[in-house]
């Protein structure tokens, strides 16, 4: 069994146009969880080799841009660095080394904007999918204060164990409610539907671990079931979506499905991607 880091790492691009905006969102989830929070910006490798740099003057270049960052860190929280707030600086390619990173640092989660990331949605797609540990994309458009309302968005085909155990952590945190929200898209009573009756269990579920829920059944009426559930969630705007991602082709170079894609993309508000991580939070923590 795997046990929490108590650790968020936050990607923060110094060549984002609203780098500011973007973590001070990040942080609003930092503050609530009580975690640490390693910074990270990536230098792109590629622009320094051509140059025929030695080792000593990466390593210069390295110095100076985590001193820019601790600045920049500095600047936006108006202290000196607090212990919980680690500076990091790597070089590379963006996405892979994001991805190496979920898997070496050990941390509960990943976090940076999605618009401010700098990857376009088809980067961001693979980074949900190949990433170690949970993905959570903000964005600066959407401040909030507090968690009141968690959404759920479930697709009938989805495996859901993972995705209850972060929704009853970040439940209990925040002291909020789940909403968990299915599509049905056959003309039957939803009482007797299959959404209906898996979206009662996950229900049941997560009552018993002390979460007040709801269950919220939508007739998608020919529509795409994304569509029905992006328009709920715009109508609802709770403060923080949460899904659960699988694999639709074994063949498809992204595992997340045109369902989550949707749901990420559509949405304008936080949205916490729980994937194929190999860490898992423990029941001692929910």
Known sequence: MNYMSNSILAYIPHKAKHKKAALKQILRFQKLLNMRIFILDILEKSSFLSLSFQQQKLEAIQTNAKQQ????????????????????????????????????GGYDFLALDKNESGLKKTNINKLISRSYCPVLLTSKDYPFKKVKNIIIPVDISQETRKKLLWATFFAKKFNARAIIVSALNINIDENKSLAKKNADKLKQMLVKRGVECDVKILKAHGQPNHKVILDYISEAKPELVMIRTHQESIFADSRIGQFVAEIVHGCHMPVFTVGHSVRTIPLDNV
């Open 69 to 104: 960052l601790v600045v920049f860190l500095e600047k936006v929280i108006k202290k000196d660095m607090p212990d919980e707030f680690i500076p990091r600086i790597q070089m590379g390619e963006t996405l892979t080394t994001l991805i190496k990173e979920s898997k070496k």
